[in-house]
């Protein structure tokens, strides 16, 4: 085994993109750019310098097509992870990893890990905010449930409130399997998408990001931006997310914040 350089990271990230998007221009499947993926080819044309993971989005329907079509379209060499393929899974949204990857400290989860981008679920928002903020409070709830099952250290919580919070979420979560937890999450992710709604919500994002409510048009029309020398599929009001998201976005942050999120040197890699 070896670990890599973020360059490297890159490289095998962009592959992964490459091959999803083989599979879903071929079964005409719907997807986009999202967060800090669609932020790097507005800014930079690519990836953010400092970015290590990628970051793709599909509307439930092409989401769920998606699941069903990509273990069989896609290289053997890639293992597409969501609760209906991985029980131990404690996530809403789905991950393609590289089989001849893993991280460091993956025997401390249950779950298959390694190198992987990741696929979240567009769903509609109800247009009640009571009704919509009632499902954002019940996702919080899964979510914190799902802490169990994941590599997490209440010392790393900077308040009181939260290290307690964590700790509960940690000794109920062990009475829920994931897959029940995932079910649920699905089951309020998916309630308002029989009818037409103002606004769509990602009820995978993290806890900080469950605020983001998105107008629906944001979605309606498909743009293609570059991104490390390819053309790949954007939302046609781009602008409008990457503001909701990230508010002065062409604005790089200071530069000890330029740093790679999401840990790529804790993968080693099977060659």
């Not at 800014?43 to 989005?57: A, E, N, Q, V, Y």
């Not at 990741?118 to 799902?146: C, E, G, S, W, Y």
Request: hydrophobic share 40%.
């Amino acid at each position: 085994m070896k670990t890599y350089d973020l360059k490297s990271i890159q490289k095998r990230g962009l592959a992964i993109l490459l091959d999803v998007d083989k599979v879903c221009a071929e079964h005409k499947i719907q997807y986009f750019l999202d967060s800090g993926t669609l932020l790097g080819a507005v800014r930079h044309k690519g990836f953010i310098p400092w970015d290590d993971d990628i970051d793709l989005s599909m509307p439930r329907d092409d989401y769920e097509k998606f699941l069903e079509i990509a273990p069989k379209e896609l290289s053997d060499r890639y293992f597409v992870q969501a609760h209906q393929t991985d029980s131990e899974f404690p996530f809403g949204f789905a991950r393609i990893i590289d089989k001849k990857s893993r991280t460091i400290d993956g025997d401390k989860v249950k779950f298959r890990t390694g190198f992987c981008i990741d696929v979240f679920p567009i769903d509609n928002a109800h247009d009640n905010m009571l009704v919509h903020k009632f499902r954002i409070f019940l996702i919080k709830v899964i979510q914190l449930l799902t802490k169990d099952k994941v590599d997490v250290k209440i010392s790393d919580y900077p308040s009181v409130s939260s290290k307690i919070a964590i700790a509960i979420g940690i000794g109920l979560g062990r009475l829920f399997p994931a897959r029940q937890l995932m079910h649920w999450q699905r089951k309020i992710a998916i309630r308002s998408n029989s009818t037409s709604t103002k606004n769509k919500c990602v009820y995978s994002y993290s806890v900080r990001a469950l605020r983001f409510l998105l107008p629906a048009d944001i979605y309606q029309q498909t743009v293609m931006l570059e991104f490390e020398g390819h053309l790949f599929p954007a939302p046609g009001k781009w602008d409008e997310l990457l503001t909701i998201i990230y508010g002065d976005y062409m604005t790089p942050p200071s530069e000890e914040k330029r740093v790679p999120m999401h840990g790529y040197n804790n993968v080693q890699f099977f060659e």
